[in-house]
């Protein structure tokens, strides 16, 4: 079946640095591409998302790129921080808003 | 405002035994679903439910039923546990009418034996 997938399974940075975290996908027909981010002992929690129709987004210190011609998905983390280090997931959605996710890339922030 | 709940935190079950995972939200969300996830691995959604009375499976639903009898409450049971079952299970709800923020509950760690 068609997933979304990660280049990377683990990025260490230090703090300050800028992060960019990589994702394929495959399902061309999706509506969304979503970013989640996952604390240990904790569930998922909503970064930020981008529409199939658009190349870019910006939240804060986050931003989302989508290159639909080579299906791939990037998050960039700005001045990452301690607080930045978790696993994050990149995510499709279709249909009716259930998740097809990635295997997760952890992300590792040192002082 | 409390959002996604599950209950349990934690559950060990001998192989076998049957139980039903709590889910409960109180945001008024239409959409509900449960994922369940193994190390090393992304979630892979369980059954979900685009609203009260509706159901449907996922990728992985196998050994698992669902049902919807309102709004608040999306309860996953476990029929009869075997230790392929043995994961982190998510609850997540979701707006609907094209929201794609879903909100995720703390998770359930089960263990079977």
């Known amino acids: 079946g068609e997933s979304v997938g990660l280049h990377l399974p683990t990025l260490s940075v230090q703090e300050g640095d800028n992060s960019i975290i990589n994702c394929a996908y495959s399902n061309s027909a999706s509506d969304y591409f979503i970013w989640y981010k996952q604390e240990s002992g904790k569930g998922p929690q909503f970064i930020i998302d981008i529409r199939s129709n658009m190349d870019k987004r910006q939240g804060q210190r986050v931003t989302v790129l989508l290159n639909k011609t080579v299906k791939h998905l990037s998050l960039q983390i700005a001045a990452t921080q301690p607080g930045d280090s978790a696993v994050y997931f990149c995510a499709e959605i279709s249909g009716y808003s259930t998740l097809t996710f990635g295997k997760g890339t952890m992300l590792l922030v040192s002082p | 405002n409390a959002g996604v709940t599950q209950t349990p935190k934690f559950q060990v079950l001998k192989t076998g035994q049957s139980m039903t995972l709590q889910c409960a939200q109180d945001m008024n969300h239409e959409y509900m679903s449960w994922y369940r996830q193994d190390p090393g691995m992304g979630l892979r959604l369980i059954h979900y439910s685009v609203g009260a009375g509706i159901t449907d499976q996922g990728e992985v639903p196998n050994g698992y039923n669902v049902s919807r009898s309102t709004t608040e409450d999306f309860p996953l049971r476990l029929l009869s546990a075997a230790p392929s079952q043995t994961s982190v299970y998510f609850c997540?709800?979701?707006?609907?009418?094209?929201?794609?923020?879903?909100?995720f509950g703390q998770g359930t760690r089960l263990t079977v034996v």
């Open positions: 997540a709800s979701t707006l609907g009418g094209g929201r794609t923020e879903a909100f």
